[in-house]
C-alpha cells in the first residue's frame, strides 16, 4: 500500500476489485443514460433549441426586420413599434443596444417562425416569466418554430452582457386569445419579401 | 550541487532551492490576484443584493470583469504553476529544469496580468472574462492575456522537461506518483487550452488593431475552447490536489493505480468537448455536434469525476484504517482529523465539487434542459461550487500545507485556521444554492438591476426571488468573510511567521 505522493514500484496495472468494480460500470451504465438523453428529446419532446440555422448579414436582418415591421404594424409603444403579424408567418426580433425590436403580438395557439439576431454584439433572449432563452449573435440567424400557449403580457430580458446599457435593454411580447380581433391595421396574410413573386 | 538541496524533515523529500522559490513567488503572486478579486466580489455582491445595491453601473460591469479575469485566470493559474512546480522537482527528488526560463515565464506572466489589471481598471476594457466580440477593448488587453497564456504555456513546458530531467538522473525509482500523473494530466490540458487561447486572442488582437475580422460566433466557439478548457485544468489540478491532501492528512492510499489514472486519461482525452456546454442554444452550430460535444462524447469525462469521487474516499477510509481506526463501519471518519483545515477543506471540496458543481453542471449540460437555464444565475452557481467551493477551497487546504512545508513557517492564527474551510464551506454552498435556484426563476446573470428601474418596460420577479437573492447575499458574505480569515492567515505567515526549526541540509 501506497499513497498518492510515493512511486508505485514495479507493476501497478493490476486488476480491479469488488466494489470499484461495481461502482465504475453502475457509473458508466448511467452515463449511457444521459448519453441516450439528448438525442431520445429531439424525437419525443416539445422545447428543442435546433431551430433553423443561417448566416445573415446584420444589415440585411435589419432590412428584413424594418419591412416586417412596415407591413404589420400596429401601433407604438415607448417609441418601440408593435407588430401584429398573421399566424404561421416568419416574425423577426432585432436586439441592438439597448432595446428589442419590435414588441409583438401574436395569437395563442398560432404557429410562427421566430428568426432571432443582433444588428451590433451578442445579445441574450431571456422569455420572462417563462424562462426562456437563447443565444442572440450577430451575423446569424437563428430561426425557432413556435408556438405560443398562453395569453398574457410577456417580457424579453437581454441576458447576455452588451455594453453599459445592458440592464436597460427590455423587450415586450403580447399573447391575445384566439378569439379576440386582430388590432385596428392589421393586415393579414401578406406574405413577406416577395422575392417569390 | 546538493547544496541546492535541502530534506524535509515531515515528507523526508529533497526539495531544490529553486523549486522552493519559484512555489513560493507563485503561490504568493496567487494570493494577491485573490485579494483583488475577492474585494470585487464583496463590491458585487452588495450590488446584486438589491437592498443595498452599491455601486454604479460602469464600476459594476467593470469589477465584474477584474472579478472574473483575477479568479478565474490569474489567481487560480499563479497556484497552478506553484503547483507543478511542486508535482514535478519536490515530488520527484529533482531540480528545476531551466530554472532562469522558469523566472523569465514568471515575470512574463506578472507583466501580463499587470498590463490586463490596468487596462480593466482604466475602463478600457469593460468586456467582461469573455471579451466576446464584437465588444471591443483597447489592443493592450489582449496582448496583456497573450504575454500572460505565453508564460504559462512555457511553465508547462518546464514541467515536463523537469519530468525528463528526474526520469534521467533517476531522482526516483518506480513510476511517477499519483499525484504527478495527475498534475501531468492538468498540464496536458493547459497545452490543449492555450493553444486555443493563441488561436482567438491573436486574430482578435490583431482585430482590435484594425487588422481583420473575427466572426462573432466562431469566437464563441474558440474562446471556449479556452474558457472552458481552463476550468478543466483546475478539475485535474484539483483531484490531483485531492488525492495529495489525503496522503498529507491521513495517509490515504491508492486503491488501484490503474483506475486513478484512467480516469485522468478519460480528462485529457474527452474534457475539451466540455466547451460545447457553452453554446447550446447557439445560432451557429448543428443538434449533433452539440449532442455529442456535450455529452464529452457518452459523458466519459463525467466517468472520470464519478470514478475520482469514489476512489478519493474510498483511499482516506482504507488509510484510516491502516492507522488503526477499525471500530464499525464509521470510525474511521468519526476519527479523522476534522481540526485539521488540509483535511476539512479536502472533505468539503469533494462533497460540494461532486454532488453541488457536477450534478448542476450535467443537468443544464443537456441540450433542452440548457433552454431554461443559459446566461440565468444557475450557471454562476454551478461554477462557484465547482471552481470555488471545489477548486479554491482545495487549493486552500493545501496552502495550510505549503506554509510549513514549503515556506517553513508556523500557521498564524490556528484556531481561525481550523474553521475558516467550514466558514468558506458553509458560506460557498448557501451561495451556490441560492444562485441555482434565483436562475431556476430566470433572473439573468451578469446583470446590473433585476428590478429595471430605468427600463422601458416594468417586469417584477416572482417574490421568492427576493429571498434567494437574500440567501445568496449571506452566504457570500460567509464566505467572503472565509476567504479573508484565509488572506490574513497566509500574509501573515509568510511575512511575519515564526520560523519552524528542525531543518536537515542534505
Redesign the interface.
Known sequence: ??????????V???P??G??KL??GI??A???V??A???L??LR?G?????I?S?VDPQAFMARTQEFIRTYQVGTE???PVVEPPPGSDIYLMGMMW?WQPVLRLRKGAQYTLH??SF???H?F?L???????????????GLRITPTEAGDF?I????????G???????VIVVDESEPAAAGASSGAAIGGGNL | MSADFRTCPT?GLKVHAQADRLIKANAVVGVVALLIGGIAALLLLLTRWQVVHLLP??WF?RL?TVHGMNMLIFFILFFEMAILYFASAV??NSRVAAPRLAWFSFWLMVAGALVVEWTMFTGRA?V?F?S?V??RATPWFYLGVILFAVGALLVVAIFFATLIVAKKERT????????TF?AATAAIIAVITLGHGAAIYIPTFLWSLGIGNV???IY?LVWWGLGHSSQQINVAAMV?VW??L???TV?????????SRIAFTLYVLFISMAAAHH?????????TW??WN??YA???A??AS??HG??VP??IE??QR?RGYTKGLFEWLRRAPWGDPGFSALIFSIIIFGFVGGITG?TFG???I???????LRVPGHFHATVVAGTTLAFMGLTYYVIPLIFRKKVAFWPLARIQPYLFAAGMLIFSVAMTFAG???V???????S?A????D?Q??PAVDLVMTAMAIGGLLAITGGAIYIAITVWSVFFGKPLEAEVKA
Not at chain 1, 166 to 172: D, Q, S, T, W
Not at chain 2, 279 to 287: N, R, Y
Open positions: 500500500m501506497h499513497t498518492g505522493i510515493q512511486s508505485p514500484q514495479g501497478w496495472w493490476k480491479v476489485r466494489g470499484e461502482w465504475v457509473a458508466f448511467w452515463c449511457l444521459l448519453f438523453m439528448m438525442p428529446w429531439h419532446g422545447q428543442n433549441p435546433s431551430g440555422r448566416k415607448n417609441g418601440i432595446s432571432l439576431s451590433d454584439v451578442n441574450g431571456s420572462l416569466p417563462f424562462n426562456i432563452n437563447f443565444q442572440v449573435v450577430p451575423g446569424y440567424d437563428y417580457r430580458v437581454c441576458n447576455e452582457f452588451c455594453g453599459i445592458h440592464h436597460l435593454m427590455i423587450g415586450r | 515528507t453601473a460602469d460591469y465584474l515530488l520527484l469593460d467582461l469573455t466576446y464584437p465588444l526516483y525509482t518506480g513510476s511517477i506518483p499519483l499525484v495527475g466572426d462573432a460566433q464563441r490531483a488525492y495529495l489525503g496522503a498529507l495517509g490515504s492510499v491508492v486503491i488501484n493505480e490503474k483506475i453554446l447550446l442554444v447557439d445560432p451557429g452550430l448543428p443538434p452539440k449532442v456535450t455529452s457518452m459523458y466519459l463525467v466517468l464519478m470514478i469514489f476512489t474510498a483511499g482504507l488509510g491502516l450535467v443537456t441540450e433542452q440548457n433552454i431554461i437555464a443559459h446566461n440565468t431556476t426563476f430566470g439573468p446573470r451578469r446583470h446590473y438591476d433585476i429595471f430605468q427600463a422601458p418596460f417586469f420577479f416572482s
